[in-house]
């Protein structure tokens, strides 16, 4: 099976790797062969990511990073690639989206969404497509936008904008770095069930009444299709963002309107 994926081996860096999406993806790329760098803003889930790696027979180091300091995240990425050794692919699933009306939406809100959804993954993207290119060496970067990226963003515009600007970033870095080698392609995510938003709700269970699939999606889900960009399965495949959204794509843009007024008035209260 390891053969199949090609990963075993490889040594993939994942930002945001302590938790949820992240930590789901760390577990199967593991499974599969792969020595991974674990990175998370907080030491304690970072550290506990790569014990469970090493604990099952795997190669795994973690890293404390703030994505939003550049420096900080550039040096990360030069101390993974002293103490892992060159990276052959990287994952990022950190982002996270404010809540409020566009005519209440602040500047500095504006901007620190873009910079924790975007921002961070150009930062760190380039310092690993560089590392890459220098050594002529093939790669695969992987980000997690949103659906949100796709259709409309109500209620949370900075961060609709902002995915929708990493989907056609990702694009315009698949164009530049594929005759070198390098591949990069997005998930976008549809709701998924995470540690910081749980399932729960009126308005969130009449969302799912009317989702194809009816259920949210797990972390499992999206870690799935990131593995699956990472490995030789989507070795002729770059540029593209996958939906894995339960279905919400195909019958287009639906009225959840209910669950993100309710999601910004909780994070305002």
Same mark, same amino acid.
């Given at each position: 099976m390891q053969s199949l994926f090609g990963l075993a081996g490889?040594?993939?860096l994942v930002l945001g790797g302590g938790q949820g999406m992240g930590q789901a993806t760390v577990? !199967?790329?593991?499974?599969?062969?792969?020595?991974?760098?674990?990175?998370?803003v907080a030491a304690e889930r970072a550290e506990q990511a790569a014990a469970e790696v090493v604990a099952g027979g795997g190669k795994a180091l973690s890293v404390v990073v703030d994505v939003l300091d550049d420096a900080a995240l550039i040096a990360a990425i030069g101390r993974v690639e002293r103490d892992l050794?060159? !990276?052959d692919g990287m994952a990022t699933v950190v982002g996270m989206a404010g809540f409020?009306?566009?005519?209440?939406?602040?500047l500095e809100a504006w901007d620190l969404d873009h910079q924790r959804n975007?921002?961070?993954?150009?930062?760190?993207?380039?310092?690993?497509?560089?590392?890459?290119i220098a050594r002529k060496a093939s790669g695969s970067?992987?980000?997690?936008?949103?659906?949100?990226?796709?259709?409309?963003?109500?209620?949370?515009?900075?961060?609709?904008?902002?995915?929708a600007g990493l989907i056609n970033l990702v694009k315009t870095m698949a164009a530049e770095w594929s005759p070198s080698g390098i591949r990069v392609n997005a998930v976008a995510p549809g709701p998924i069930i995470t540690p910081r938003f749980p399932f729960g709700g009126e308005a969130e269970r009449q969302r799912m009444a009317i989702l194809p699939m009816r259920r949210r999606g797990e972390v499992e889900d999206i870690a799935k299709a990131v593995t699956f960009f990472l490995s030789d399965l989507s070795a002729y495949v770059t540029g593209q963002t996958l939906a894995v959204d339960g279905g919400y794509g195909a019958v287009g843009v639906m009225d959840y309107a209910p669950t993100v007024r309710a999601q910004a008035a909780a994070n305002q209260a």
């Open positions: 490889r040594r993939i577990r !199967l790329i593991s499974s599969l062969g792969a020595e991974v760098a674990i990175a998370d050794g060159p !990276l409020a009306p566009l005519l209440d939406m602040s975007l921002r961070y993954f150009f930062v760190a993207a380039r310092e690993v497509a560089r590392g890459l970067l992987v980000c997690v936008a949103s659906i949100d990226g796709i259709a409309s963003a109500p209620y949370h515009a900075a961060y609709g904008a902002a995915k």
